[in-house]
């Protein structure tokens, strides 16, 4: 049996898109080889970060749409790593949800079963049609409140997808984040690569940066499978 693994993360790069209401994502050179190398004798090169928690592939913690949830240094690691199952809802249109009725197909299609403290992910197919576009914060899918129910009903503890928001953008009701508040679900978003897990099962790792009152943090999500 061979172990693979696959990239679920985005590059972080200065010009990537992000929420409009964050902060744009700037890498900028700290010191050059030739700096370090005149100043102390020793050559290396840094670069320095300017980085919203929630720009790229990220996890958000319980404190984002709760000021009495935990912040991402005290969220349990377990949330970040176990078993994971991914739906294909890639059918699902952007001026549609994805709720309880696609979900469960798409679970009796996978032939997999979605069970307690399960990580699940979401193959919309987002990323693949229209990353690097200006669709990419407009025109997507997400979770509504049956679809949400649902997942934490199962006891899902954490809901990724390779969109910017588990909500669709014009979803005022913020149907997704305000399930998971009710189950203490997390949900991950900005994944990519969705495609080469749909209908798996696998183990998923997604640990965050231990940001001290962290509202969310950008992770390095990996999906690892037997085969």
Known sequence: MD?????????????????PMHQQTLIFPNATHEESLKKCGFM??????L????GPTHTDALYESDPHGATIEKTPLDYFIGQAVCLDVSHVRETEFITDRVLEEA???SGQYVKKDDIVL??????????GTDKWQTDY???????????????VKNIGVDTPSIDRPDDMKYSGHLICQKYRMLNTENLCNLKEVAGKRFMYVG????????????IRA????ME
């Open 107 to 109: 679970e009796r299609k």
């Open 141 to 155: 899918t997400g979770l509504d409140i049956s679809g949400t129910e649902w997942l934490g009903r199962k006891g």
């Open 222 to 225: 990996i999906a690892i499978l």
């Open 207 to 218: 640990l965050p940066l231990k940001i001290r009152g962290g509202s969310g943090a950008p």
């Open 3 to 19: 172990i693979r693994m696959v990239d679920l993360t985005q590059e972080i790069f200065q010009g990537m898109s992000v929420f």
């Open 51 to 54: 980085i919203n928690e929630h």
């Open 44 to 49: 290396f090169a840094t670069n320095n970060l």
């Open 122 to 131: 979401l193959y919309t197919g987002h990323y693949d049609r229209n990353y």
